[in-house]
């Protein structure tokens, strides 16, 4: 089974393709940008390379919504262009795995063209139809993620379409068989072309419930998140098991990897259980739990700033370690496309902003896992400073900013929240140089960007303290069997300490994090011993006897070899 469990090994670098090197100076990043830039993903110690979605698309939702699977949108490339890169890829080792749209479509779609002549049509039963209520009332109270009613209605006929997300973006009905044939139809045509894995977005809605009940809701509000009562349903299995099966006939080390946003670990292990035969590796948001206690109750939590719940994240991580560990361990990452950057969300940018990027790249990859590390994060990237509110197109930020302003509070504070919890600060141009463009292209980029001495490739590459240095020395680590196969131990200590131990024949490794802004001191007993010796830290912890004191966002990382010290 060792050729099949390639992903268990595994470094995965996150490539957000429009964001990450311009090379035809459109202000757009593409295809060619990648390949340009493969042997310094290599370098960095990655082992794969998961790209967002670059296929045919209007671009209402970043590439979310295709128009067409089997070619690549052209502000990206071109279909030889991905050729081009996937062998470029393994050439240098690297896998290449590609993000799949499986529960929706956009509206362009020639699927959803066809559905639109009508009842009749044989396309009609690839999305999900409903007849208004009597009076031409919405089928239901069932409010959609950006927003507004997940019902629209067609422009010739009747019915009403169902959308999850956006109105541009049709679900796909998976209780139809051809639905099914055409999704696994596309999968086989990118492996052909040699893509190594998949993952799945939005996996967990690809079921909907039976019907379609107007869901009575408590203090007086008139609708119902969709989101939240169309997922995890029975038939998601089925629909995956399936498709996974399918797809390993085509290439058997084919990796899964599931976009279950929701999913706590116990559910995170039923889609990722190797006896399941569906998903390799569970990427769930509940990892990082936020002390709620200083947010204003009538504003949505999730648009609302606060700190990291260390007491409850240590639970949680030690639960993921533990349960997700029968399929190799977690997914282990800070943030992606869909979150605020890690140093800026976790650490302290002002101050610590190299100790706060190391020490949490040692917290978290050195643990038992994968680590899926999204572009930039490797140099210390902050997050964008949007100074308009109508840039955000993360969901609800706009009726966020609205309800904000009605409740009296000031277009600084508004933003500053904004800035600190969309999705869209973390989506700016890779910082290659501190040039006018940031090295990213020759002209304005498609977004917001940040050019900053230092926090750029080109000055830490040049840098042996640098937080790039430092992760490549943290990714060499995790590439040795004690950091890839060791049990873990969480020790318990106080919350701003992140304390674990790492076994593995005769191999111990104590990895020591600071959390905080302060220093701390913990009392180690032996690390002064004989045999023990400190493989990584970041700067200004001390090590006196066997008394650690760990500087503000300190890390240190030690380790005793019995083999050695025998």
């Avoid at 399918?246 to 995170?268: H, P, Q, Y």
């Avoid at 912890?541 to 010290?565: C, E, M, R, W």
Wanted: glycine content about 6%.
């Amino acid at each position: 089974m060792e050729e099949q469990d390639w992903w268990k090994k595994a470094i995965v670098y996150q490539v957000y393709p429009r964001s990450f090197k311009d090379t035809n100076g459109d202000g757009i990043g593409d295809l060619k940008g990648i390949i340009s830039r493969l042997d310094y993903i290599q370098q960095l110690g990655a082992t794969a390379i998961w790209l967002n979605p670059i296929f045919t698309s209007p671009q209402v939702d970043n590439g979310y919504d295709v128009s067409d699977y089997y070619t690549i949108d052209p502000i990206f490339g071109t279909i030889e262009d991905v050729e081009e890169l996937i062998a470029a890829a393994h050439k240098r080792d690297l896998k290449v795995i590609f993000d799949f749209v499986v529960n929706h479509t956009s509206d362009k779609h020639p699927w959803f063209q066809e559905a639109l002549k009508g009842p009749e049509n044989p396309y009609r039963d690839f999305y999900i139809w409903e007849d208004p209520k009597k009076g031409g009332h919405l089928p239901n109270n069932w409010v959609a993620v950006f927003g507004g009613s997940v019902w629209e209605k067609e422009p010739v006929g009747d019915q009403y379409y169902f959308h999850l997300f956006k109105k541009e973006m049709p679900d796909l009905n998976w209780d139809n068989p051809e639905v099914e044939k055409a999704m696994l139809d596309i999968g086989k045509f990118w492996l052909h072309h040699g893509v190594d894995g998949f993952r799945l977005d939005a996996f967990i809605h690809m079921d909907k419930l039976d019907d379609f009940q107007t869901i009575e809701m408590e203090e007086g509000r008139e609708l119902v998140s969709a989101q939240k009562i169309n997922a995890f349903l029975p038939n998601i299995k089925n629909y995956v098991q399936k498709l996974t099966m399918d797809l390993r006939k085509v290439k058997k080390d084919v990796f899964i990897l599931g976009e279950a946003a929701s999913a706590d670990v116990d559910l995170a292990f039923e889609y990722a259980d190797p006896e399941s035969n569906m998903c390799d590796a569970i990427v769930s948001f509940l990892i990082f739990p936020e002390d709620e206690q200083m947010k204003d109750p009538r504003l949505p939590f999730n648009m609302q700033s606060s700190r990291l719940d260390r007491k409850a994240f240590k639970k949680v991580m030690t639960d993921w370690q533990t349960k997700m560990n029968p399929t190799g361990g977690p997914v282990l990452y800070w943030s992606n496309h869909d979150m605020p950057r890690a140093v800026s969300r976790f650490g302290n940018v002002e101050k610590y902003r190299d100790n706060s990027s190391k020490m949490l790249a040692t917290l978290m990859y050195l643990q038992h896992g994968i680590p899926f590390i999204f572009n930039g994060e490797e140099i210390g990237m902050r997050n964008l400073q949007c100074a308009d509110h109508h840039i955000f197109d993360t969901p609800g930020a706009i009726p966020f900013y609205e309800k904000a302003k009605q409740l009296g509070y000031s277009e600084e504070h508004i933003l500053k929240e904004l800035n600190h919890t969309g999705r869209d600060v973390s989506r700016g141009a890779m910082q290659w140089d501190a040039s006018k463009f940031a090295g990213f292209s020759t002209v304005e980029p498609w977004s917001v960007l940040n050019v900053e001495e230092k926090y750029n490739v080109a000055d830490q590459q040049r840098d042996p303290n640098s937080i790039l240095a430092y992760y490549q020395e943290v990714l060499k680590l995790k590439k040795s069997s004690l950091f890839r196969e060791g049990s873990f131990k969480l020790t318990e200590t106080k919350e701003a300490l992140y304390i674990y131990e790492r076994d593995f024949e005769g191999q111990r490794a104590i990895i020591c994090c600071n959390l905080s802004d302060t220093e701390e001191h913990i009392q180690e007993d032996g690390i002064s011993k004989a045999g023990w010796k400190i493989l990584l830290q970041n700067e200004g912890n001390t090590i006196d006897q066997d008394a650690v004191t760990l500087a503000p966002y300190g890390a240190v990382v030690f380790l005793h070899d019995t083999k050695v010290s025998k």
